[in-house]
Every structure is written in C-alpha cells, then in structure tokens.
C-alpha cells in the first residue's frame, strides 16, 4: 500500500520567515496530493492541492511543488503569521479515492 | 451548507458497551470517510463510501467496527464491544467526488475507560 512521509515532525520559525515542509509518497498511483491545516479541536482544514499534471501551484503566501519523478511534494508557506501556527498533514490520493496521511508537522511561529 | 456534522462531539463509556458514532455529510457530496486519529498512529483512514456503498474497508482494525451508510445524508461508526485502545478521535469526511476536496467534520472524541 501506501505510504507518506513527512518532515520535519516539528518546525519553529520566526514571524516573516518561510517555512517548507516535505511529503514522499511510495505508490505512483497516487495523483492527488492535497495539504490540511488541523487547529485544536478542529478537523483537518484543505489549505492547498495539487495534482499529478501540475509541478506547481500558488495561493497567496502558501504554495505547493511536486515532482513526480521523484515521488515527492513540498508545501512553502512564505512571511508566516502566528495565526500560522497549526498542525499541517499532507496526504496522497488515488483515483478511486484511497488516502494515506503523513504524520502531521506542528508549526510553531514566533512573534 | 452546514458541513459535515458529526454526533456526538464527546463520547465516554466504559470498556465493553456499544458505542455509535453518527455522521451527516454534505449535501450532493458521494463520498464518505471515516477516520481514526491519535498520537501514536496519527490520521488513519477506516473506510470509506461511494453512493452509499464501502468501497475500501481495509483500514477498520478489528471486526468489533463496522460502518453503514444507510442512505445519502447520513452514515454510523459502531463500535462493540468497546476497549480502552479505542480511545481516539474519529473524524468524518465527505467529497464530491473521489478527486476533489475533502471537507472534513469537528470529530468525535471517544474514551473508553
């Protein structure tokens, strides 16, 4: 089956500094590849997703790359905020639906 | 809408009763998820639904969870009998097909004492 890794575990910046995480995936059926922010006591939130056709895409301050030759994709999040300051999941999807998370990145921005 | 809405938002039993937990997921939307999270094995998909019928249940861990979705608004995750492991928060999803967004629910925190 699949499997997703994520790192860093953990990332503490500085308000204004960019912060990147980093998701492999194992199964080259996988063409989905969507981010979520989790707040406390909150469900996953979709901040951002790419398919496997698009090597890159932006949203204001948060952008996302993958490369599908090497099986991994990279969530860039630039002049971060405290408000930034979450649990991030990537995931990978296939076709029919199929999910499998990462382990969750806890961001901590500084003011 | 109201997005997915999920019942109850707290659960505590003891080991050994039935627990259900209920999910309404967004109206239009023909895909259903259920999953699990906890620190120890982070967000785990259980199964999930097409057009109210299980596609892929390989992730439901044991034969004491089982799952139906009965018509297009509404689906339960059983769990009996219940053991103190259970303990996660289980989380409902819903999308409108299997390649866009999914929106996920508030959770359910289940403790089993």
């Known amino acids: 089956g699949e499997n997703v890794e994520q790192h860093p575990s953990t990332l503490s910046v500085q308000e204004g500094d960019s912060a990147v995480i980093k998701c492999t995936y194992s199964d080259s059926a996988s063409n989905y590849f969507p981010w979520y922010k989790q707040e406390l006591g909150k469900g996953p939130q979709l901040i951002i997703d790419i398919r496997s056709n698009v090597g890159e895409k932006k949203d204001q301050r948060i952008a996302v790359t993958l490369n599908k030759t090497a099986k991994h994709f990279s969530l860039h999040i630039t002049e971060t905020q405290p408000e930034d300051s979450a649990v991030y999941f990537c995931?990978?999807?296939?076709?029919?639906?199929?999910?499998?998370f990462g382990d969750g990145t806890t961001l901590t921005v500084k003011p | 809408d109201a997005g997915v809405i999920q019942s109850p938002r707290h659960e505590v039993t003891e080991m050994g009763q039935e627990v259900t937990l209920r999910c309404k997921p967004i109206s239009g939307h023909d895909y259903l998820f259920w999953y699990r999270q906890t620190m120890m094995r982070g967000l785990e998909l259980l199964i999930y639904f097409n057009n109210n019928v299980p596609i892929d249940d390989s992730g439901m861990p044991e034969d004491r969870f089982s799952a139906k979705m009965p018509n297009a608004s509404f689906s339960t995750l059983k769990i009996q009998p219940s053991e103190p492991r259970d303990s996660a928060v289980y989380f409902c999803?819903?999308?409108?097909?299997?390649?866009?967004?999914?929106?996920f629910g508030p959770g359910t925190r289940l403790t089993v004492t």
């Open positions: 999803a819903s999308s409108f097909t299997s390649r866009h967004e999914q929106y």
């Open positions: 995931a990978a999807f296939t076709n029919a639906g199929k999910s499998t």
